[in-house]
């Protein structure tokens, strides 16, 4: 059974940093681009509410980044481990969300949550001011 379990969410001050880790289990995914999306307080739970944060390819050799988050956050993986990572540097109050992992499973774009399958169960991220 794929499962996908994230962590390292928590609550910190505007202009703190957490390392959220999303490691993957029951297959491996070294060849899938890997994402991460978010869905701010608010948001009805709705996998098409889902924002995208970053993506990884299975190489690791190209990242993609929303622009809200470019230069603040750092997509990385180990293959070896299975596991994702999404370095968050410089917070703002507006990243507060729950984060959720997931796996590019289709051709299509790596920026829309529809296009991914196996979601982990999320983290809470909240900064506050």
């Known amino acids: 059974q794929v499962q996908l379990v994230e962590s390292g969410g928590g609550s910190v001050q505007a202009g703190g940093s957490l390392r959220l880790s999303c490691a993957a289990s029951?297959?491996?995914?070294?060849?899938?681009?890997m994402g991460w999306f978010r869905q701010a307080p608010g948001k009805e739970r709705e996998l098409k509410e889902r924002?995208?944060?970053?993506?990884?390819?299975?190489?690791?050799?190209?990242?993609y980044y929303a622009d809200s988050v470019k230069g603040r956050f750092t997509i990385s993986k180990d293959n070896a481990k299975n596991t994702q990572y999404l370095q968050m540097n410089s917070l703002k109050p507006e990243d507060t969300a729950v984060y959720y992992c997931?796996?590019?499973?289709?051709?299509?774009?790596?920026?829309?949550?529809?296009?991914?399958?196996?979601w982990g169960q999320g983290t809470q991220v909240t900064v506050s001011s």
């Open positions: 997931g796996v590019h499973v289709s051709s299509g774009t790596y920026y829309q949550s529809s296009e991914y399958a196996y």
């Open positions: 029951g297959r491996t995914f070294s060849s899938h681009v």
């Open positions: 924002e995208f944060v970053a993506a990884i390819s299975w190489s690791g050799g190209s990242t």
